[in-house]
């Protein structure tokens, strides 16, 4: 049974008014549940029909034309010259089989190097690191970003900001993680730049954070929230 | 459409995985049935035929691209389809950082005295099914309790945030996403009947 509060974030959700860290956690709680997903597509269906209500117009003809010489000329940067066809009866047999063979090694070599790929990660803490690019969302800079090295297996972080302003008196950057098992952001933590927008923080989350989709930024009252409250600045996934 | 026959809606499903497999004809196909009510989406919310058009090109550019992550499973080709609208125009909104302006300009009619554009080639019974189908939107959209429309249509076409729709009307946010819930809920089941 979909509760009201589930079908009223499919109805923000379809017309796109969630934040993004919402959007991700409601994404999540979609791919695990077949009723909500039911109830998003009649919002969606009833979302559609909306457009049918703004006033009757018609685009020029010349528009058309246009869009389609820009896909004509995309599907010849596509096309791929035909191979020749072989003049004789047996050789397609012939490469068939060598193909054949082929595959068999490939598929024999990618599961060796898979076994080496899973060794190597057991061994380098590199290999155990996701990146998260965070870009700004509206109120924030447009040159402000982050970078955020996060460490599943250790449950901690590092991140790095740049160009983004010093929040004005009684406020505070707050880093979020946003975990597709916890219905909230998971706080990780006030982070604070310098006079150049600047910082390189190493963080942990104060809850544990197994399925990280996303990491976001801030803008809460100074000293941090344990739940969201603010805007969000600074959002990205992998 | 929402609100159209499981047949057409088949034929969509054609059209698009017919431009999967890079076919331009079912693409011609498409952009005949959609740009129309696309474009119309576009000047509503732009107000400005050039950015109108830049919108729609985008979209059908995407169509032509993304056909093949299309998936029926969670809306119909054609909510699929204005959706990518709205959200190619709020873009361009938010990128441009002006006001949104809703232009309740002249209709099609008004402004063409009548004339439709030549390259949309349809029938007269696809023109006519598609008015009942817009007339009959339109009646339901009305016929909706004035409160639950007047919330949807300010975060559809104006794209406020429910935040701001309840500073504007001055209600609790609970009772704005209630009303946005109650209205979109009740738009689908009187549109099904």
């Known amino acids: 049974m979909i509760s009201e509060e589930q079908q009223d974030q499919a109805a923000l ?3 796109g008014l969630l934040e993004p860290h919402e959007a991700a956690a409601f994404e999540s709680e979609l791919d695990a549940n077949a009723e909500l997903r039911d109830i998003a597509r009649e919002f969606s269906e009833a979302a559609g029909a909306m457009a049918l209500t703004a ?14 010489r820009e896909i004509g000329a995309k599907t010849e940067e596509r096309t791929v010259v035909p191979l020749r066809r072989a003049p004789v009866g047996w ?6 089989a060598g193909l054949a063979v082929f595959c068999g ?31 700004p969302s509206a109120p924030a800079p447009v040159d402000s970003k982050a970078t955020v090295a996060w460490q599943p297996g250790r449950q901690s972080g590092v991140i790095r900001i ?6 004005q008196p009684g406020k505070d950057y707050q880093l979020w993680a946003v975990d597709a098992e916890h219905k909230d952001p998971i706080s990780a933590g006030v982070v604070r730049v310098d006079k150049n927008g600047v910082a390189q923080i190493r963080f942990k989350p104060v809850e544990k954070a197994e399925h990280v989709k996303a990491f976001a930024i801030s803008l809460e009252r100074e000293g941090g929230v344990p739940k969201k409250e603010g805007p969000i600045l600074l959002v990205g996934t992998t | 459409m929402a609100e159209t026959s499981t047949a057409q809606q088949m034929m969509d499903q054609e059209m698009i995985a017919r431009i999967g497999r890079r076919d331009q004809d079912a693409f011609s196909t498409l952009y005949a049935r959609l740009s129309g009510p696309l474009y119309s989406l576009a000047m509503k919310m732009l107000g400005d035929s050039a950015e109108a058009q830049d919108a729609l090109q985008d ?20 909510s699929w389809a204005v959706l990518l609208t709205r959200s190619r125009v709020i873009d361009r909104l938010r990128a441009r950082g002006r006001r949104l302006r809703i232009v309740a300009g002249p209709t099609e009619e008004e402004e063409h005295g009548g004339t439709t554009d030549a390259s949309i080639v349809e029938s007269a019974a696809d023109t006519a099914e598609k008015s009942d189908e817009t007339a009959r939107v339109r009646y339901v959209l009305t016929n909706l309790p004035s409160e639950q429309r007047e919330a949807i249509e300010m975060a559809f076409f104006e794209h406020l945030t429910h935040h701001e729709i309840a500073a504007r009307l001055e209600q609790p946010l609970g009772t704005i996403k ?16």
């Open chain 2, 59 to 78: 979209v059908f550019l995407q169509i032509w691209s993304r056909a093949g992550t299309y998936d029926s499973d969670q809306s119909s080709v054609f």
């Open chain 2, 178 to 193: 209630a009303r946005i819930r109650r209205g979109l809920l009740k738009l689908r089941e009187r549109l099904r009947t």
């Open chain 1, 13 to 15: 959700y379809i017309l």
């Open chain 1, 91 to 96: 050789v397609p047999w012939a490469i068939a």
């Open chain 1, 162 to 167: 740049s160009n983004l302003p010093a929040p």
């Open chain 1, 55 to 68: 006033p009757s117009r018609t685009p020029p003809a010349s528009l058309k034309q246009q869009i389609m």
């Open chain 1, 105 to 135: 090694l490939l598929v024999l070599d990618r599961v060796r190097l898979e076994r080496q790929l899973a060794d190597i990660r057991a061994a380098d803490p590199l290999m155990q690191t996701t990146f998260f690019t965070l870009a």
